[in-house]
């Protein structure tokens, strides 16, 4: 009898995970929905340290992604095309395009896929792991460890009652080194089927805190590839 339950267990275990796999994909939009999108523009503010600012988030299938914030009349770029990613930092003292270190473009290949982290999970190299249940904003959520392809690992909240990702924690490169980095996801709104968080909350290691609200969010607009390459000097 203690033979056929040690047996049974992982199966068991397995299940539960895929069972959260699915839900969460459903409460996103569904499967046909989600795969139904090639780009995405998000417009909105961006708070950190007392400021406010405009800011324009793009992405689009398969891993090209782009951030543009507006400062004082200047705009500062952070874009990855799928290989490079590059930045533009005018009150650094240059306003040309430079490449990023190879340890911060590691960190936002790794966020930059288009689907959901959840969507097909197994196929792009990743593992799941469930690790128990934690409390996130007073709701319950269902805690999972993602380990990606690249041997880096994560940690995925997903609410117990709508399935939606509510938290994200794992590390983030920053001069100072590796730093911890968590993401609290909020105000989630369906848009043309699919549904995304409308109020971000990111802290990086004990001090530094960003808060992104976006105010649009628009499916499928037109963003030529040449948008997320390098502009030659």
């Given amino acids: 009898m203690l033979f056929v339950f040690l047996v049974t267990v992982p199966s068991i275990y397995s299940q539960t995970v895929d069972e959260i796999v699915q839900k969460n994909i459903q409460a996103s939009g569904g499967l046909e929905a989600l795969k139904s999108k090639s780009s995405l523009r998000l417009t909105g503010e961006l708070k950190v ?3 406010a600012m405009p800011i324009t988030i793009y992405r689009k299938r398969p891993g090209m992604l782009r951030s543009d914030v507006s400062v004082q009349g200047a705009t500062m770029v952070d874009s990855f095309d799928g290989t490079e990613r590059w930045k533009i930092l005018p009150f650094a003292g240059n306003q040309d395009a430079e490449r990023a270190t190879p340890e911060e473009t590691a960190d936002v290949k ?8 959840l969507l097909d999970y197994q196929a792009k190299g990743r593992k799941l792991e469930l690790t128990g249940k934690e409390n996130v904003d007073g709701k319950e959520a269902y805690k999972l460890k993602m380990s990606l392809a690249d041997g880096t690992t994560q940690d995925l909240f997903v609410d117990a009652v709508t399935f ?6 794992g590390t983030v490169y920053t001069p100072q080194g590796q730093q911890p980095i968590q993401t609290l996801l909020g105000d989630h709104r369906t848009v043309d089927g699919v549904s995304l968080p409308h109020h971000t909350r990111t802290k990086v290691g004990q001090t530094t805190e960003v808060e992104i609200v976006v105010e649009k ?3 499928n607009v ?12």
């Fill in 110 to 117: 790794a966020q930059s896929d288009f689907d959901p982290q």
């Fill in 164 to 169: 939606l990702i509510v938290k994200q924690t």
């Fill in 222 to 233: 037109e963003i030529p590839d040449s948008f997320f390459r390098m502009p030659a000097k």
């Fill in 49 to 51: 340290q007392g400021m």
């Fill in 217 to 219: 969010a628009e499916w």
